[in-house]
């Protein structure tokens, strides 16, 4: 027995489980009873040593849960371990290409049980969520993980989290068929029922409005990325397995779609969370609402020195660059007695793998001596040398 | 009067012996699914080793033969769960052992074929099948159920014998001399002239263990000379078919149930035996489920192919709880038992 357990501690220590000998004071606290949580309390038995235990808590793992591809494979190394005939992880199986993503879900599944999300903090990135919005979803890729925030009197908190798998290669979509998942803020365009869907997506499917307007910008192609379930035979796929897509466990996506309402909830994919103080976003998102105020007041006063003093030198519109632009827009204003200009329904996110880029969106009230219109508009702004500045602008939802 | 009491105790401790020896391995039943299960008959030789099992928890070899035929049916789990009972009742049985080493290997086998997507069509699992039940160790002697009702069926003769011998004693006035224990013990074991009983035999190995009665009690009556393992099946069977009726009713297999009445069953209130069954077959199959439970059997020999069963009845459906006392005699029609007499017991 005590040669069995040293091997299982030895398939532990591949890698899959190191953090099994490494975290004894990071009591593993599980609180549901799902079956990542019942897969980590096994895995708790095995660094307790107790194979009898982990077997017991793996075998009714297995039997609520057959189709959960990891817990068959710990299940599969435990009772070889037993035996005392396990060498590494996956044992006779290591080989095959399939071990290493098995592996690497283990990894992801169990980090987040050692490295709880921080308590009352939030993800940097969620400055002025829309208004209407109920919901806000932030994938970390690098977590495997999709954080599910609700409001709640006022105030964003978080309320649950799901295991997800994103594209084969990782994050950062650039190119068709890169299989990549994208990085940015986006939002659900529509929903495809079991009915109309291929089983290899589960049961429910939502398509994603990439590319957006930012990543045409940058040149980025590929479309086709959703967030859906599993197939009937899959619990869950590895950490990276997707063409590019987000991918949950199909009683997740059931659970959540509640949650999912088209063209509002937000649907953040980061390749990791920079969790803060919600203190510390609310003074982001004070300094950066002036500076969209300060744009407002002076785009109004008619002076085009003050207005374009907010775009940057980076500044495209479309196929425009800053220099033509500014020429239609002196050109413009010139006719023009007066301006009066005013924005509400101001939401304001950052964007994922962008460093100091927000995403701004607002219902535009433009009125002139010879011209008005009411439109959505959508800015990107960006922190230069210490002041926001405009580096993208555009009428909001024709991303898609 | 104290030979009756005395002889009334000792029937007691007989009788309290032969009812808590019930649970030993029943041997003709396993020997029954270890033949079903060698000729294939993997279902019913699993039915037989979940009875052995149920009727003895410690029977390791029951145990093991289970998990065998488990994992040979695909009910790995149940399998396991079935080694791991046979390593409760002792841990140091290499062929359970490998067993459950071999099970564990299959099972991971088809973890991983679930694990990688890579289902594979594999032969039924082979575990090793126990032939023989191996012989109760010094340590633990179990009582032997059988011996013991034979001799209870051969104190009741000699109660018989006492009495006769009482009822002369009284007759010739010599009652006075009976009260003086030794005295009495010395001449009663004389009365009846009982073979002498063999050295070892099981019998008086289970007397040997009972508390000693205040009165001296008579030498223990010895088996009668007949073949045991013949005796122990007919005496085993006939609560093995208590049992199977009940499971039978339990499952709502009428046909079944029916099956396991004697052509001389009498059917209650002067029903003719057609309208009986029509009877039985509405009331079984009308409830959604039935549970039928024989709890606390005593079996009585009533001679070689006659035997009672005394036992509790709990009868339960979705809507009734009945509890009752039964009584059922069965008799021999050919190699099986059958019954013959079913009534609420006193």
Not at chain 2, 253 to 277: I, K
Not at chain 2, 307 to 331: F, G, H, S
Request: contains cysteine; glycine residues 6%; positive net charge.
């Amino acid at each position: 027995m005590r040669r069995s357990f040293r091997r299982t501690l030895f398939f532990a220590g591949l890698g899959c489980v190191s953090w099994v000998l490494a975290s004894d004071q990071n009591r593993v606290a599980v609180a549901s009873d799902t079956p990542e949580s019942l897969l980590v309390r096994t895995l708790d038995a095995i660094r307790a040593e107790r194979l009898d235990l982990a077997l017991e808590r793996s075998d009714s793992l297995v039997t609520r849960q057959p189709n959960f591809r990891l817990a068959q494979l710990v299940r599969g190394d435990i009772l070889l371990a037993q035996n005392g005939r396990l060498d590494k992880f996956a044992g006779p199986r290591s080989k095959d290409p399939k071990a290493q993503a098995l592996q690497d879900e283990a990894r992801v599944r169990l980090g987040r049980y050692v490295q709880t999300p921080p308590k009352n903090k939030i993800p940097r990135f969620l400055l002025q969520p829309p208004q209407d919005a109920s919901t806000v979803l932030v994938v970390d890729s690098r977590a495997s993980r999709m954080f599910v925030f609700r409001k709640k009197d006022g105030q964003w908190s978080l309320d649950g989290d799901h295991y997800v798998s994103i594209g084969l290669n990782g994050p950062l979509k650039s190119s068709e068929g890169d299989q990549r998942t994208p990085l940015g803020v986006y939002t659900m365009v529509s929903r495809i029922d079991k009915a109309q869907l291929d089983p290899y997506y589960g049961n429910v499917a939502y398509p994603l409005d990439y590319p957006n307007d930012w990543d045409r910008r940058l040149g980025r192609k590929g479309h086709g990325i959703w967030v859906h379930g599993t197939p009937r035979d899959t619990y869950s796929r590895p950490p990276r397995a997707s063409n590019g897509c987000v991918v949950l466990p199909n009683q997740d996506i059931d659970t959540l779609q509640k949650l999912f309402e088209l063209g509002r909830t937000p649907v953040l994919l980061a390749d990791s969370i920079e969790w803060v103080d919600p203190a510390q976003a609310d003074s982001t998102r004070q300094v950066l609402l002036r500076a969209v105020r300060k744009w407002t007041e002076d785009w109004s006063s008619n002076d085009m020195d003050r207005y374009l003093s907010h775009y940057s030198d980076d500044f495209r519109m479309g196929d425009q660059d800053l220099e033509g632009w500014e020429k239609d827009k002196r050109r413009v204003a010139a006719g023009k007695s007066w301006v009066k200009v005013a924005v509400s329904g101001v939401t304001m996110l950052m964007v994922p793998g962008e460093k100091d880029l927000a995403v701004v969106e607002f219902d535009q009230d433009y009125q002139s001596s010879n011209l008005s219109n009411q439109m959505r508009k959508r800015q990107y702004w960006r922190l230069e040398d210490g002041s926001w500045k405009i580096v993208h602008e555009g009428p909001a939802g024709k991303s898609g | 009067m104290i030979v009756r009491q005395s002889m009334g105790f000792w029937l007691g401790c007989l009788l309290a012996s032969a009812v808590s020896s019930m649970a030993d391995c029943p041997v003709a039943l396993f020997k029954k699914g270890v033949e079903l299960a060698e000729r294939g008959r993997t279902t019913e030789a699993l039915q037989v080793f979940r009875e052995v099992t149920a009727k003895d928890s410690t029977c390791l070899e029951g145990w093991n033969n289970r998990a065998a035929l488990e994992a040979a049916t695909g009910d790995m789990f149940g399998s396991q769960r079935s080694l791991s009972k046979a390593l409760n009742v002792r841990r140091d049985v290499q062929s359970v052992a490998s067993n459950l080493e071999k099970l564990r290997s299959r099972m991971a086998r088809l973890a991983y074929d679930s694990a990688f997507g890579t289902p594979s069509k594999l032969p039924p699992l082979q575990l090793a099948l126990h032939k023989e039940i191996a012989k109760p160790s010094k340590s633990n002697p179990s009582v032997d159920a059988d011996s013991l009702v034979r001799a209870l069926s051969n104190a009741r003769q000699e109660i018989a014998e006492l009495t006769k011998v009482r009822d002369s004693l009284l007759s010739s006035g010599r009652l006075a001399q009976l009260e003086t224990g030794a005295e009495s013990a010395r001449s009663l074991s004389t009365a009846p002239p009982p073979p002498p009983p063999p050295a070892k035999s099981p019998a008086s190995q289970a007397t040997q263990t009972l508390p000693p009665p205040a009165p001296p009690p008579p030498t223990p009556p010895p088996p009668p000379p007949r073949e045991p393992v013949k005796e122990r099946s007919q005496e085993m069977s006939a609560l093995e078919t208590v049992r199977a009726w009940a499971n039978a009713w339990s499952s709502q297999n009428v046909d079944a149930y029916l099956g396991f009445y004697g052509s001389t069953f009498e059917a209650p209130d002067r029903m003719s035996r057609q309208s009986w069954e029509a009877r039985r077959r509405e009331r079984i199959l009308a409830p959604k489920a039935i549970h039928v439970e024989v709890v606390s059997p005593q079996v009585r020999s009533l001679g070689p192919d006659r035997a009672e069963v005394v036992y509790k009845q709990v009868y339960q459906t979705e809507d009734a709880r009945l509890v009752l006392r039964k009584r059922i005699v069965l008799t021999k029609e050919g190699k099986e038992w059958k019954i013959v007499s079913e009534r609420e017991a006193r």
